[in-house]
């Protein structure tokens, strides 16, 4: 059975920083591509950041100088670092995994068919 368990959302303060992880288990994920996506109130979910099997990343525009991705192969996590924060980033964030995403897709929702069931980040202003 595949698992991806996210943690590390919480409340944080405009301009400050958080560290998500996702551990995944029942896959061999040094062959996965990993993903955050993000789904602020009342919109649909986009994407944030991904990282290749190879440790190429892609960042959303928003996010680029801000934001970090990256892998522990031997410990099947995947992390996304965020600093100086927004309000606008506030949205419960996803991690996703697939083994066959094309780089031209590697933005695209339905490229990844595992998920885990999100973390709340909170950024006050």
């Known amino acids: 059975q595949v698992q991806l368990v996210e943690s590390g959302g919480r409340l944080v303060q405009a301009g400050g920083s958080l560290r998500l992880s996702c551990v995944v288990s029942?896959?061999?994920?040094?062959?996965?591509?990993m993903a955050w996506f993000r789904q602020a109130p009342g919109k649909g979910r986009d994407f944030v950041a991904a990282i290749r099997y190879s440790g190429s990343p892609y960042y959303e525009d928003s996010v680029k100088g801000r934001f970090a991705v990256s892998r522990d192969n031997a410990k099947n996590a995947f992390y996304l670092q965020m600093d100086n924060l927004h309000p606008e980033d506030t949205a419960i964030y996803y991690c996703a995994a697939s083994s066959s995403v094309i780089l031209s897709a590697i933005r695209q929702e339905d490229s990844y068919y595992h998920w885990g069931q999100g973390t709340q980040v909170t950024v006050s202003a």
């Open positions: 029942g896959v061999t994920f040094s062959r996965y591509t």
